[in-house]
């Protein structure tokens, strides 16, 4: 069964950093793109980051860019968030996806929920 | 950045009901569109890619059309298990973005 899924997520002070992560199971992750996206609680989907297959491209949304970094380990499968200097506005649920060619996420993980607050 | 605009942004059907959600894109993606379904306190699930194919597993009731700026999801005859959250998804260029969400309630 191709499944995501996530950890690392928490209760963060601000200015504080977490490193989520995201493995791999059913697929060879070194064969896709991958993405986060996060979402607010009650509120919608937001991207935030893309690595590709090779790593050496990677873009982030203007929000994170600076404070987040995205990386990947194809030899453990899995795919890393490092969050730094949090803000209570980076609270959401983060959810990895897997790219689907080039046309879609699927699937996405269950979500790991960070915090942020004194 | 393109900018998605869903219409309606909340819907009540009844079951049985043909519903469409419209996304409507601030610049031409060709057909770089995705639509995923979302239910409370699940993660979304991949309905349509490529504006109008239906990913493996859905149900046929589900379709997408459209090219260029303007989108469409149809459910041809809503049922129980599709009241949800549904969103537009572009990947025609960095940032993505997404539509801000249609809300599909029970009448």
């Known amino acids: 069964e191709v499944q995501l899924v996530e950890s690392g997520g928490g209760l963060a002070q601000p200015g504080g950093s977490l490193r989520l992560s995201c493995i791999a199971s059913?697929?060879?992750?070194?064969?896709?793109?991958m993405n986060w996206v996060r979402q607010a609680p009650g509120k919608g989907l937001e991207w935030v980051s893309y690595?590709?297959?090779?790593?050496?491209?990677?873009y982030y949304a203007d929000s994170v860019k600076g404070r987040f970094t995205i990386s990947r380990d194809d030899a453990k499968n899995s795919l890393y968030l490092q969050v730094n200097s949090l803000r209570a506005d980076d609270t959401a649920v983060y959810y990895c996806?897997?790219?689907?060619?080039?046309?879609?996420?699927?699937?996405w993980g269950q979500g790991t929920l960070v915090t942020v607050s004194s | 950045d393109i900018q998605l605009t869903q219409s309606p942004s909340f819907l009540s059907a009844s079951v049985g009901d043909r519903v469409t959600i419209t996304c409507r894109a601030s610049?031409?993606?060709?057909?770089?569109l995705a639509w995923y379904q979302q239910k409370p306190g699940k993660a979304p699930t991949l309905l349509i890619y490529?504006?109008?194919t239906l990913q493996s597993g859905v149900p046929s009731r589900f379709s997408g059309s459209g090219s260029g700026t303007e989108f469409s999801l149809t459910i041809s005859s809503l049922q129980p298990e599709d009241f949800a959250t549904y969103y537009c998804?572009?990947?025609?260029?960095?940032?993505?973005?997404f539509g801000q969400g249609t809300k599909v309630e029970i009448k």
């Open positions: 996806a897997r790219g689907l060619y080039i046309y879609a996420y699927s699937p």
């Open positions: 059913g697929f060879p992750l070194s064969s896709h793109a």
């Open positions: 690595i590709s297959t090779s790593g050496d491209l990677i």
């Open positions: 610049q031409g993606i060709s057909n770089y």
């Open positions: 490529a504006a109008s």
């Open positions: 998804h572009q990947l025609n260029s960095f940032p993505r973005t």
